[in-house]
C-alpha cells in the first residue's frame, strides 16, 4: 500500500465497455465480489450508476449490516468509484473510503486497476495497522479482478477452488 491507497490490476478479457457494464451495474456487483462478504444490492438500487448516486449493499462480516455508497467519480468506460459509509453521525467515525476502477484499453482486452483509497477514511490510522488488513484486501482484490475477467469472458465467476 502506497500511502493510503492499495492498488491491483489485471487484463480481463473484453473490451472497456463490457467492463464497465459490469461494474456500473450494482446488481451484479455481489457476482464479482471477491471478500465474500457483498451480500447483493438493497432495495431500490438503481438500474444504473452514475455520477451523484446513492445506492446501498447488503454486507456480512461476523454480522450482517449494510453499506450506503455515492459514486463520486464517473467517466463512462474510464472510471468509476464510489465512496463508501453510512451517513449522519456514525459516518463522522467510519465512512471515507472510496473503491475506484479504471479501464484502459489494451490488446486483447482491457486493463483494469481497482483502487481501495482510504486517504479520507475516518478509520485510515486502524485500517492500515500492521497490514493485516491491507493483505487481506489485496487478496480480494485480486480475486475480484479475477473474477471480473471470468465473468465478461463469459464464464462462471466463481473459481473451482471457491466452491470446494
Known amino acids: 500500500m502506497k500511502g493510503y491507497v492499495l492498488t491491483v490490476e489485471r487484463k480481463v478479457p ?37 455520477l451523484g448516486v446513492t445506492f446501498g449493499m447488503g454486507m456480512k462480516m461476523f454480522v450482517k449490516y449494510s453499506t450506503v455508497n455515492r459514486v463520486v467519480e464517473f467517466e463512462e ?6 465512496k463508501t459509509g453510512p451517513t449522519g453521525t456514525i459516518g463522522r467515525f467510519v465512512a471515507g473510503r ?32 500492521g497490514g493485516i ?3 487481506k484486501t489485496r487478496r480480494d482484490m485480486e480475486r475480484t ?11 462462471d465467476a466463481l473459481g473451482s477452488q471457491e466452491r470446494s
Open 14 to 50: 473484453a473490451p472497456p465497455e463490457a467492463v464497465f457494464d459490469i461494474l456500473a451495474d450494482v446488481g451484479r456487483h455481489h457476482l464479482i465480489d471477491g471478500s465474500g462478504m457483498l451480500q447483493g444490492a438493497n432495495e431500490g438500487k438503481p438500474q444504473r450508476l452514475a
Open 145 to 155: 479482478l479475477e473474477r471480473l475477467g471470468r465473468l465478461v469472458a463469459g464464464e
Open 98 to 129: 472510496v473503491w475506484r476502477y479504471e479501464l484502459a484499453p489494451v490488446d486483447g482486452g482491457t486493463l483494469v486497476r481497482e483502487s481501495w483509497d482510504i486517504t479520507d477514511d475516518h478509520q485510515r490510522v486502524l485500517l492500515k495497522l
Open 77 to 82: 468506460n474510464r472510471r468509476i468509484a464510489w
Open 133 to 135: 488488513y491491507s493483505g
